[in-house]
């Protein structure tokens, strides 16, 4: 079956830096990807959809010059956290969408997750 | 607004008992449901869905029927194994396209 590959799993960072998490899908073509994250026993909130070749869309209270998406091919989405806090720490996942295919045909990263000291 | 609320994890339990994990939703119109699973180590994965009321999504054993009576797709095992011990989420979706709503996740585990 499709496989979306998301990486690092896990990262620890310093207050301050910034990180990138990487999302490939490996076998297929993603022309929409999805951004969750999830804080401590609350539920996976939507961050930002990203189309192939344009600008991500962010949801309301999402800090986009905080929270860099690129979507610059069809196998690669990538986030990165600018000059990360302590309050960015949280479980980050990527999903992607083939192309023309609803929303039950979504693929899953296995997360990364995310701590800054 | 759209949103899922499920019960609370974790829960445990032993090996061939009987397993529900409650998931009610608030959504306009008529929105697809969904269970998905994630298993350590690994991405979420579609476990089964129902796109419309009174509709039964079964999948490995385990079974949920769209009751928009109550607003509610409780996932239901009868016979779990250590092998079901993920998280299970509850997700709607308002339309084919729009992203989906996910609950908080319920993590299950079972023992032998």
């Known amino acids: 079956g499709a496989v979306v590959s998301q990486h690092p799993s896990w990262v620890i960072c310093k207050s301050g830096t910034s990180v990138k998490i990487e999302c490939r899908s490996l076998?297929?073509?993603?022309?929409?990807m999805f951004w969750y994250r999830q804080f401590p026993k609350q539920s996976l909130m939507l961050m930002a959809t990203?189309?192939?070749?344009?600008?991500?869309?962010?949801e309301q209270g999402v800090e986009k010059d905080k929270f860099l998406i690129n979507h610059a091919s069809l196998t690669l989405s990538t986030l990165t956290v600018t000059s990360a806090h302590p309050e960015d720490s949280s479980f980050y996942i990527c999903?992607?969408?083939?192309?023309?295919?609803?929303?039950?045909?979504?693929?899953f990263g296995s997360g990364t997750q995310l701590s800054v000291l | 607004g759209n949103s899922v609320t499920q019960m609370e994890g974790p829960v445990t339990l032993s090996e061939e008992a009987f397993l529900t994990i409650n998931c009610t939703y608030t959504?306009?119109?008529?929105?697809?449901l969904f269970w998905y699973v994630q298993y350590p180590g690994e991405g979420l994965q579609l476990l089964l869905k129902?796109?419309?009321?009174?509709d039964k999504g079964s999948n490995k054993g385990f079974e949920a029927t769209y009751r928009k009576e109550t607003t509610s797709f409780h996932l239901e095992k009868g016979s779990v194994q250590v092998s079901d011990s993920a998280v299970y989420f509850c997700?709607?979706?308002?339309?084919?396209?729009?992203?989906?709503?996910f609950g908080k996740g319920t993590r299950l585990s079972v023992i032998a």
């Open positions: 999903s992607a969408r083939r192309q023309g295919v609803a929303n039950e045909k979504l693929f």
């Open positions: 990203s189309n192939e070749g344009s600008k991500a869309t962010y």
């Open positions: 129902a796109t419309k009321a009174d």
């Open positions: 076998d297929f073509q993603a022309t929409t």
């Open positions: 959504a306009t119109g008529y929105p697809s």
């Open positions: 997700a709607l979706s308002p339309s084919g396209n729009t992203p989906l709503v």
